[in-house]
């Protein structure tokens, strides 16, 4: 049901599958680790114990009531096929396949019964995945970006000779951009890819900074802080939108949370460093 993308798999088996990204910058799923191959396989969406059902019955071909090996297989080479061919594929859907009954079946008889399908699906769920780091650190260093230049705001207003109105303004702006600028970042990180919304705001981010810095009007600081909000809700939609992908109903909350808490810890970190360089090497 969902629209082709690359490679022929649908858009909606490469979220499932735990990619980040769209078009050029998209993940190879031989690539990814087991929880999203596994999931991506099995098309699994809400991890209710319905669903898991349905996907455990669905996999169950000869009705035992056991998962046997060549059954997973089965399933993961159905799946992926529109993505992997020939050797490659059959190398994944074993490797996969594998990895599964390695770890579901907790009594080594070579067959998983539901409750092991459910405990192994529900473990792997629930674990945190290390590839919300990196966009963790892009957005502490986005953070830093936007709140460098706050202890200098209030010099070079006084240097432009600003009322406390015109202040009002240049801070605004960046409010203002972001809440104008958060529905295109969206829409943006849909068709470019996640990585691309990333790159773009960061971007823009710096750029705003170099332009505060060279700003000689009123006009002038509003446009860098409204460059500033802009690149942050592009940073923001495309890390949120990264991690939301490769995360699961289980783990969701628990892998936003450091994004989310690395963007304001740089907010915080940002006046520091500002304020100490301004001290050091003057506005």
Same mark, same amino acid.
């Given at each position: 049901?969902?629209?082709?993308?690359?490679?022929?798999?649908?858009?909606?088996?490469?979220?499932?599958?735990?990619?980040?990204?769209?078009?050029?910058?998209?993940?190879?799923?031989?690539?990814?680790?087991?929880?999203?191959?596994?999931?991506?396989?099995?098309?699994?969406?809400?991890?209710?114990?319905?669903?898991?059902?349905?996907?455990?019955?669905?996999?169950?071909?000869?009705?035992?009531?056991?998962?046997?090996?060549?059954?997973?297989?089965?399933?993961?080479?159905?799946?992926?096929?529109?993505?992997?061919?020939?050797?490659?594929?059959?190398?994944?859907?074993?490797?996969?396949?594998?990895?599964?009954?390695?770890?579901?079946?907790?009594?080594?008889?070579?067959?998983?019964?539901?409750?092991?399908?459910?405990?192994?699906?529900?473990?792997?769920? @629930?674990?945190? $995945?290390?590839?919300?780091?990196?966009?963790? %650190?892009? #957005? &502490? +260093?986005?953070? !830093?970006?936007?709140?460098?230049?706050?202890?200098?705001?209030?010099?070079?207003?006084?240097?432009?000779?600003?009322?406390?109105?015109?202040?009002?303004?240049?801070?605004?702006?960046?409010?203002?951009?972001?809440?104008?600028?958060?529905?295109?970042?969206?829409?943006?990180?849909?068709?470019?890819?996640?990585?691309?919304?990333?790159?773009?705001?960061?971007?823009?981010?710096?750029?705003?900074?170099?332009?505060?810095?060279?700003?000689?009007?009123?006009?002038?600081?509003?446009?860098?802080?409204?460059?500033?909000?802009?690149?942050?809700?592009?940073?923001?939609?495309?890390?949120?939108? @990264?991690?939301? $992908?490769?995360?699961?109903?289980?783990?969701? %909350?628990? #892998? &936003? +949370?450091?994004? !989310?808490?690395?963007?304001?810890?740089?907010?915080?970190?940002?006046?520091?460093?500002?304020?100490?360089?301004?001290?050091?090497?003057?506005?």
């Amino acid at each position: 049901g969902g629209s082709a993308t690359e490679g022929g798999a649908p858009q909606e088996v490469r979220r499932q599958a735990g990619d980040c990204s769209t078009n050029n910058d998209a993940d190879d799923i031989d690539t990814l680790p087991l929880p999203q191959r596994l999931f991506s396989a099995l098309r699994l969406r809400s991890f209710s114990d319905e669903e898991l059902r349905e996907r455990f019955g669905e996999a169950n071909r000869n009705a035992s009531g056991q998962l046997e090996l060549q059954e997973i297989i089965e399933v993961v080479r159905e799946a992926h096929s529109g993505r992997l061919t020939g050797e490659r594929l059959e190398r994944h859907a074993e490797r996969t396949s594998s990895e599964t009954m390695g770890r579901f079946d907790t009594d080594k008889d070579a067959r998983l019964s539901y409750d092991e399908f459910r405990s192994g699906i529900v473990k792997l769920a @629930a674990q945190t $995945d290390r590839r919300m780091w990196p966009y963790a %650190a892009s #957005m &502490l +260093a986005s953070g !830093m970006s936007v709140g460098i230049v706050t202890p200098a705001m209030p010099m070079l207003v006084q240097d432009l000779d600003l009322s406390q109105a015109e202040y009002g303004y240049v801070v605004s702006a960046f409010g203002l951009s972001k809440l104008l600028a958060n529905f295109p970042a969206g829409v943006a990180a849909d068709v470019r890819g996640r990585r691309a919304a990333m790159v773009f705001g960061l971007i823009v981010v710096g750029c705003s900074s170099v332009v505060i810095g060279f700003a000689s009007s009123l006009e002038h600081l509003i446009a860098a802080r409204f460059l500033t909000g802009t690149g942050a809700s592009f940073m923001m939609a495309g890390a949120t939108l @990264a991690v939301a $992908d490769i995360s699961t109903p289980l783990n969701r %909350a628990r #892998m &936003l +949370a450091p994004v !989310m808490t690395a963007f304001s810890a740089g907010t915080v970190l940002g006046p520091a460093l500002g304020g100490g360089l301004i001290g050091a090497v003057g506005l």
